[in-house]
């Protein structure tokens, strides 16, 4: 894959600066999922602010075409990556479809929306990715459809062990604009965290799951 390490602390400096990036070591958040985390991200946020929304939608652009080349259609995972996809699509000049955590339950029960065939190559667009379950339920109901997925693109990863398996497994490759590791270094150096914080930070990524303040 073809970083771009510039860019990815541009992305973090925007994401904090906005808030749609988080971090409270001290005062940790709590998942869905009942972890305790000292980060919070909502990546949505960033299609309120022109300059950071397009700036993320180049970097897509630019992503896309670097590490997969021009597919024939650029899929959203719902909710978050519906209208990044939107956006990277209208740009690349390309036909745009989502993809739903399960099929609808009445009318034409689709999970997938928007037209797709069998034999196109897609890309698909996720704002966050975590453990990648949910996101991969995308990947999985797209190859079902008869479609060529050559990777994900997600605008923020935490960088999981679990994650990095859950792709390996499922023979999907992603590229993530920022991550976590530029994210801390970007924090530091504008002062939101202390290197006191570094630590503890760490001790999360490796191992949220039984991670304690």
């Not at 597919?71 to 699509?89: E, N, R, S």
């Not at 975590?130 to 935490?158: N, P």
Request: net charge positive; glycine share 8%; with cysteine.
């Amino acid at each position: 894959m073809i970083q771009h390490a510039d860019s990815a602390l541009k992305i973090a400096e925007y994401l904090l600066q906005i808030k749609a990036v988080k971090l409270q070591p001290a005062k940790p958040f709590t998942w869905a999922s009942g972890w305790k985390s000292p980060i919070y991200c909502d990546n949505r946020l960033t299609l309120s602010y022109p300059v950071i929304r397009t700036y993320i939608r180049q970097e897509f652009c630019k992503a896309i075409l670097d590490n997969y080349g021009k597919p024939d259609v650029i899929a959203g995972v719902a909710t978050g990556g519906i209208a990044q996809g939107a956006l990277v699509a209208q740009d690349l000049g390309l036909p745009f479809a989502y993809v739903r955590s399960d099929a609808k339950k009445h009318g034409l029960t689709n999970q997938i929306e928007g037209h797709v065939e069998k034999g196109q190559s897609v890309v698909v667009i996720e704002d966050l990715i975590s453990s990648g379950g949910s996101s991969l339920k995308a990947v999985t109901a797209l190859r079902d459809a008869g479609c060529q997925v050559k990777g994900m693109v997600s605008i923020f990863t935490y960088g999981f062990k679990a994650a990095d398996v859950n792709f390996k497994k499922a023979k999907c490759s992603t590229y993530s604009l920022c991550n976590y590791h530029a994210l801390i270094e970007q924090a530091l150096k504008e002062n939101y965290i202390d290197e006191e914080d570094i630590a503890s930070l760490k001790k999360w990524r490796e191992e949220p799951e039984n991670w304690k303040p």
